[in-house]
Each structure stands twice: as C-alpha cells, then as structure tokens.
C-alpha cells in the first residue's frame, strides 16, 4: 500500500481546507486510512480515520464538527482519502499525515496500528 498526500499550503485562520491522500496498492480499497498531524515540536496525533472493513468514521474529540474524512473508490486500485478542515486555527498549524492500517481492520486511534505512511503535506496559518 502506498500513499500520497496532498493539499496543504498556506491558509488564513477561519479558512477551509481539503487534504486529499491517494491510497494505491492491492489492497488499498481494503484498508482503514487515517489522518494524523504533527506540529513542531509534538508528538504525532491522530485526527480522524475511515473503514472500509465496517464503513466507519472516527473522529478525534479535540476535532469533532470541524473535520470530516470522505473516500472514493478511483478505480485502478486507488482510494482518494480526502479530509475536509473548516475553521482553520492558528493552532492546526503541522504537517498532515495519511497513513493506512493492514487490510481487515476498522478504525482507531492509535498511531501504532497504522502501519503504512506517506509523506506529509504541511498546513500553515496565518492569524
């Protein structure tokens, strides 16, 4: 499985902002993808996560109502993970991370469990 992110860039505090990440692979419409952040100096956090396994959607409660993940079949064994992020804050300023989960396993929360990880795509705002 591999993955590619997408979408940051520069944005002003109260903006919107899409990520996308592309999940290739065999197995890349069988896997739970998450998205994770990393701001400077902290550790790496979870942020939401999308089954394929039991179609469920998982969101960290710091992010609740501000975020929503969505995936689309591309074809060619290719899933499009995409996470929308309104209100955008001063402090959602990191680098964003997709990664995926093996095959067969629904949500979590827990970085560990994600085994596969794409390169990030930076997030900056501007107060």
């Known amino acids: 499985v591999q993955l590619q992110a997408s979408g940051g860039g520069l944005v002003q505090a109260g903006d919107s902002l899409r990520l996308s990440c592309v999940v290739s692979g065999r197995a890349s419409t069988r896997t739970t993808v998450g998205w994770f952040r990393q701001a400077p100096g902290e550790e790496r956090e979870f942020v939401a996560s999308s089954s394929w396994v039991d179609g469920r959607t998982e969101y960290a409660d710091s992010m609740k109502g501000r975020v929503t993940i969505s995936r689309d079949n591309a074809g060619n064994m290719k899933e499009l993970v995409d996470l929308q992020i309104d209100t955008l804050k001063p402090e959602d300023a990191a680098v964003y991370y997709c990664?995926?989960?093996?095959?067969?396993?629904?949500?979590?929360?827990?970085?560990?469990?994600?085994?596969?990880w794409g390169p990030g795509t930076l997030v900056t705002v501007s107060s």
């Open positions: 990664a995926a989960r093996r095959p067969g396993y629904s949500t979590s929360t827990d970085i560990s469990v994600y085994r596969y």
